[in-house]
């Protein structure tokens, strides 16, 4: 059970370059999430999908696409990279706790550099 | 605007002590409410969590203090260890958001060996 994979684990690109942000799970979670993570800044919601096909925008998802063709993939596409993007990105899926919420299963992160 | 704030932002603990996170929340409709730990170069990871029908809940040397009065809730961790050292998350989210996770800013704890 391999959780939550993310790929590539570090990337550099130069302003205006294009990528995609890999994301894959095997836990049959129906939401699916991506953050950025900033010094100071937490924790920051992209996009997320609540399941194959329904995608919808966090509260920083300029310059960011998603799409959601399969419950496993949950890429995440940068436009034209930015310095401003330049973060470390984590995708989570969740699924329902005992008590009653939401718990997050996180993958290890993409550490992107954008020069 | 921060809906959940999180406090101290640094925190250095000397082994065996206690560690005491804090947040407070605006949000009434809230009902849900995790701590995440995150190692260096690692997601963070659900550590415990609690719903606001309690008032407290233990895991092992982390428990969860929620005063729903005041709209606060904060995670001790007893016998504090050095592999206790992490960013600590605390997270807010309601039924009616889809669950979405609101998120403290974190606080880095370091326990002294």
């Known amino acids: 059970n391999a959780g939550v994979t993310q790929t590539p684990k570090f990337q550099v690109l130069k302003t205006g370059q294009s990528m995609t942000l890999q994301c894959a799970q095997d836990?049959?979670?129906?939401?699916m999430s991506w953050y950025r993570q900033d010094p100071g800044m937490g924790l920051r919601l992209i996009h997320y999908?609540?399941?194959?096909?329904?995608?919808d925008q966090g509260e920083v998802p300029n310059g960011y696409n998603v799409s959601r063709s399969t419950t496993e993939d949950f890429p995440l596409r940068l436009l034209s990279a930015a310095p401003s993007q330049t973060s470390v990105y984590f995708c989570a899926s969740s699924y329902r706790t005992g008590t009653g919420g939401r718990g997050y299963t996180f993958g290890s992160g993409t550490r992107l550099t954008v020069v | 605007q921060q809906q959940v704030k999180q406090s101290p932002q640094s925190l250095i603990v000397q082994k065996g002590g206690i560690s005491i996170i804090n947040c407070a929340y605006e949000n009434t409709a809230f009902d849900y409410f995790p701590w995440y730990q995150q190692f260096p170069g690692k997601g963070p990871a659900l550590l415990i969590a609690i719903r606001p029908d309690v008032s407290e809940k233990k895991e092992g040397r982390f428990t969860i203090s929620f005063n729903k009065s005041a709209k606060q809730f904060s995670l001790h961790i007893m016998d504090s260890q050095p592999g206790d050292s992490a960013t600590y998350f605390c997270?807010?989210?309601?039924?009616?958001?889809?669950?979405?996770?609101?998120w403290g800013l974190g606080t880095s704890l370091a326990v002294n060996p």
């Open positions: 997270a807010a989210a309601n039924a009616g958001n889809n669950r979405k996770l609101i």
């Open positions: 999908s609540v399941g194959a096909g329904i995608t």
């Open positions: 836990m049959n979670h129906e939401y």
